[in-house]
């Protein structure tokens, strides 16, 4: 009787149990839809703003969003984890080929907003210009400028006037966009500047040291650093960064951020990269201190 | 009435006794696969790390440059350079200088718990000791990041606080628990005749522990400090935070340097699977890997070495 009643018992509740497990799977993908988000650590406030304004919009949709930088997203996108890839720069040849060969359709490239690469130095700095050649003095492998007073200047709180070059990781887009608009293509970074992994530490720890200059996006900037004044060529009228300025293109280091899909979007996410580029989706872009691109 | 009883118990006693003769072989083998793991695991974990860069090592690794060149550019659109001397520079800055914090501090700390003091006092710092080994590894990269940074640059009038000493010192921190630990375990383990031998003879309380405590429990307390080294060799994400993370070999402790494991931490996540820079990145989790099993032979065979005299 035992032996007989055992297996039947444990047939009838295996049934159920992957009845409960149909039910709840069923169910959850009827009611929510959860987009992966990933990439760019300069677009990574935005991604998050409107990813919680948008649940706002269609409760049936999450977005999840993580930084990591605009490398770590699209090598997300080569591998197929990701929806969405976040990048302050545009895909390489080489990453789109592996995008097609990986997945049979190439990135698909849709512009979300606008910003610029603003060099930040500690707010008693007293500097009031810089050209984008002292820029690749300073940052540029084989660069000369090692002192604030190679650039003619005196940083008061800055012990032996030793300029401290503040730098992303390597998987960053701005660090990229650095590379080729500020030290040209083919040029690397001086070695020793401190490389770190986020936009917005560049700017707390150029915040927190006198003698430091760093890189960040537009929208990252805070009162504890200051915007240097940008001039493309020795003797030209410096422009300083703002939205005004980033918009117009008059700011040299100004540039587009993009998101990627594995080719043209569809369903949820055609639809979200859609309110994106609505109005609402751009007034959040303004919100965070970037420039809308409508 | 006696008969019956030593029969039944003879009884329960063969019955036990089978059972023990099926399940003992069956623990003793499940125990011996325990022990089989750990080297199944070394080994397993070693192939891997060697595998995944096999092909780069073996093939277009230029073992002269990585060893002595300093220059490490492995995402270089024109020259790649793959030089690993500033980042070993960099690892050993910050170990060394952490080792000189942590082994006074903790087996001070070891001495004072295990010999000066007693009762609820001991137990309490005890558990101190205990909690400060829970506190996350990231919360000691933060506090580097934000509270050791500006007391630096005020107090040592460095250019910036993200240097060799703010990594050594919280790597130092970071390792002094495990010392205390270790090196209380060992001081309790020598024998209570040894220090009233001691006191007998009219020593004092500080002879009696450098003098007869120390040698007596020297393995244990080398182990200590060798264990307090792989952890810092080890660690990644604080040093990460606290060194601020700069290829160049340091010149003093207030200069800025990168380690080998923050390197492998900050930058495998963007390579491509497979391509030169990621297979170049394991090539340093084997150097690694080296560094860690050379810190740990020598502790084995120092050891050994003491208990055989």
Redesign the interface.
Known sequence: MIGNNNPVRATIALACMSLLFAACSGGDRASRTLIQNKGSDTLVNVAQAWAENYRKVDESVGVAVSGGGSGTGIAALINGTVDIANASRGIKLEEQEKVKASNGVGAVEHTVAVDAVVFFVHKDNPIKSITVQQLACIYAEGGKCENWGDLGLEVPGCSGQELIRVSRQSNSGTYEFVREEVLGKNTDFKLGSRDLSGSKDVVDLVGSTPCAIGYSGLGYGTDRVKAVCLSAAPGEQCIAPTLATAADGSYVLSRPLFMYTLGEPKGAVATYLEWIKSAAGQKIVADNGFVPVR | MTDTTSGTDEGQVSTSRRIAAIVEPAIEWLIRLCGFSAIFFVFGIFFFVFSSGADFIMNRLDVVEFMTS??????????KRYGTL?LVAGTLSVTTLAMMIAVPFGLGTAVFISEFCDGPFKEALKIIVEFLAAIPSVVWGFIGLAIM??VI?DVF??????NVLNGGVILGLMSVPIIVSIGEDALKAVPDTYREASLALGATKWQTVYKVLFPAARSGLLAAVLLGVGRAIGETIAV?MAT?????IPNSPLD?V?TLTATIA??L????QGGDHYQALFAIGVLLFIFTFAVNLTADLLVRGIKNK
């Not at chain 2, 009038?157 to 993200?162: E, K, Q, S, W």
């Not at chain 2, 996540?269 to 491509?272: D, K, N, S």
């Open positions: 300093p220059e490490w550019y492995p995402t270089s659109v024109s020259n500033a940074n500006p640059i009038n460095a250019p910036i606080g993200l990460l601020g993370h700069a290829v160049q800025s990168r900050a930058e996540g963007e390579t491509a």
